[in-house]
């Protein structure tokens, strides 16, 4: 299963970036992985970038594509608990799970509606660079949990 991450905007700062290129080396001996960075907003208008990074994002979608939507309000899980769920979907038959990580303002209703899972890393606020890296990560334990291999304590 292709496991890809969509997010908006490009991670800036090189000690994130590096860590982030750490775990994607790590994700791709457990999945196939790849991450689309779309254009942020010009942040003029909330609701406008909102808009305008959503049909973005949306035009990497497919039909039949799964996809989970990185939400504030959404439901947070343990990591036991991810593994489990990512295991579902790949005894599911699924080809692909896409990870959206919207802008600064969130997603449309449009992505929000389009999403089968709505999953919050946690009630508080994280840049979207850590945000990436966290999920990054959380990807990668999860794999570990799945394989009853050392990582995960």
């Known amino acids: 299963m292709l496991i890809r991450v969509i997010a908006v905007d490009r991670i800036r700062s090189p000690n994130v970036a590096q860590l982030c290129t750490d775990l994607r080396k790590r994700l791709g001996a457990y999945h196939a992985y790849a991450e689309i960075e779309v254009r942020a907003g010009d942040g003029s ?15 990497h979608l497919r039909a039949g594509d799964r996809m989970w939507l990185l939400e504030r309000t959404g439901t947070q899980l343990s990591s036991p608990s991810l593994a489990s769920r990512l295991e579902e979907v790949r005894r599911s038959g699924a080809q ?28 508080l606020t994280f840049l979207h660079e850590w945000a990436r890296m966290i999920v990054l990560e959380q990807l990668y334990r999860a794999a570990k949990i799945v394989r009853n291999e050392p990582y995960h304590h």
């Open 45 to 59: 208008d909330p609701r406008t970038a909102m808009r305008d990074e959503s049909a973005r994002i949306a035009r």
């Open 96 to 123: 692909r799970l896409t990870l959206v990580i919207a802008g600064a303002y969130g997603a449309d209703a449009s992505l929000r509606m389009r999403a089968e899972f709505l999953w919050s890393l946690s009630e």
